[in-house]
């Protein structure tokens, strides 16, 4: 293994998840409750981007496996969702029609998110290339801590154009307007690129010498053939009768990333509509389960590998059904700020463990075919999860504050049904 890419890997996660993080923690408070923008709307927006992302990204990662070149994808989505952030920030700042600014808050949303989804389904299919099998939880647990890393450096840093002032030291920074929180997004695209240029730069994978005229050629030659990619997209997805265990593991990560993902995305929105804190004491319960998730993401990553990673996934699943109750059954912002942070840890190790377990479910030589399925599993999840959670919320709309912690211990009916499909799975390539 080489300890230099493993490190450069690990700190695009560093990069990704600034972007991650900030986007989930301003933007849907900064819609919803800056621009009046329902719930049931940012959740169906949502889902329209990855439906969009599943009619884009198994035909890139076919053709990826086809050339086996993963990093030219990551460098156009990469760019791509700085570009979608920054012109979200330029927007929130310069336009004041509601209606056309949110609009375009909205395409440059699915934008975004189409490309974030690209770029996380390229960065996972470079793992098999950089570890062994033996080391493929501490690896990929490395990696989630470096992300929860950046999340806290980076949430740290944008916080101080939302807040004025750095969260936990108090150092104030003056704000340059009103409505703070589309401050967020610019320095989020910003120090995102800043962070992802070294991995950007300096991974590596084989590379062959060609002409700008054969590049152009071959970029020709993959438009034409692009009804084909669907075709085989078609066919792979029959063919997962071929492959039974990653079936069952893409449909148990459906279920328990249904309930996980939705609380990045309603988490702040949780804390304010039930609790009513201020962003900054939402920060620092955030910042708290970061922490304990960059320690879960390598333990649990490390314990895995020698205990067995699907041993491993399963107990974390029954502690996040019992966490899922806890949070929601706290009626004191203490007692959820202390469930919250052990969460966190198991916040970082679900991530960690489920990546390697499905590495060793797959092909070697077919990393990009399947990881964009695993990426669109992970997303299309953060589509059914929310629009519960919308549900909920709008039906029992009378409840006030009681109808978030219902949508909240409902998403341990997700966890279970998950964990029903994860019985099965057993590794193609030993690493247990």
């Not at 929860?148 to 340059?176: C, E, K, M, S, T």
């Not at 005229?213 to 009804?227: A, F, Y």
């Not at 409840?399 to 029903?420: D, E, K, N, P, T």
Request: with cysteine; hydrophobic share 55%; net charge positive.
């Amino acid at each position: 293994m080489n300890k230099r890419q493993i490190a450069l890997w690990a700190s695009y996660d560093f990069a990704i998840t600034i972007l991650e993080l900030n986007v989930a923690i301003y933007l849907s408070e900064w819609l919803v409750i800056d621009q009046g923008v329902s719930e049931l709307l940012y959740s169906s927006v949502l889902a329209l981007s990855i439906i969009l992302a599943l009619l884009i990204l198994p035909v890139l990662g076919l053709i990826s496996d086809r050339y086996q070149k993963r990093l030219p994808y990551l460098y156009f989505f990469s760019f791509t969702a700085a570009i979608a952030v920054v012109l979200l920030g330029y927007f929130g700042l310069t336009i004041d029609h509601r209606p056309t600014l949110i609009a375009l808050s909205l395409l440059f949303f699915i934008i975004m998110n189409i490309s974030y989804q690209g770029c996380l389904l390229f960065y996972n299919a470079l793992l098999s290339r950089i570890s062994d099998q033996k080391s493929l939880g501490l690896i990929s647990g490395l990696g989630v801590s470096a992300g929860y890393l950046g999340a806290i450096i980076g949430g740290l840093a944008v916080a101080a154009f939302v807040n004025g002032y750095i969260p936990i030291f108090r150092i104030d920074i003056p704000i340059l307007g009103q409505s703070p929180r589309v401050y967020a997004f610019i320095p989020t695209a910003i120090i995102f690129i800043a962070a992802a240029v070294p991995s950007l730069l300096f991974l590596s994978e084989e590379r062959t010498k060609e002409k700008l005229k054969d590049k152009l050629n071959r970029l020709k030659t993959q438009i034409k053939e692009t009804p084909s990619y669907y075709q085989a997209v078609i066919s792979d997805i029959k063919s997962f009768r071929k492959y039974p265990d990653a079936l069952r593991f893409l449909l148990s990560f459906f279920f328990f990333n249904n309930a996980v993902g939705t609380i990045i995305i309603f988490g702040p929105l949780y804390m304010e509509r039930v609790f009513h804190i201020d962003d900054f004491n939402k920060l620092l319960i955030i910042f708290t389960s970061l922490v304990m998730a960059a320690i879960g993401g390598t333990f649990a990553g490390w314990y895995a590998d020698k205990a067995g990673h699907k041993k491993t996934l399963q107990r974390i699943l029954i502690i996040w059904m019992i966490l899922f109750g806890a949070m929601a059954w706290s009626n004191t912002i203490w007692l959820f700020w202390i469930i919250n942070a052990i969460g966190g840890f198991f916040f970082g190790a679900i991530w960690s463990v489920s990546r390697a377990f499905f590495v060793t479910l797959i092909p070697e030589n077919e990393q990009g075919k399947f990881f964009s399925f695993y990426s669109i599993f992970e997303r299309f999840a953060v589509i059914i999860g929310p629009l519960l959670w919308g549900g909920i919320v709008t039906v029992f709309s009378g409840w006030g504050g009681a109808r978030y912690q219902l949508a909240l211990a409902s998403m341990a009916i997700l966890i279970a049904i998950g964990l029903h499909f994860l019985q099965k799975p057993k590794p193609r390539r030993q690493s247990e």
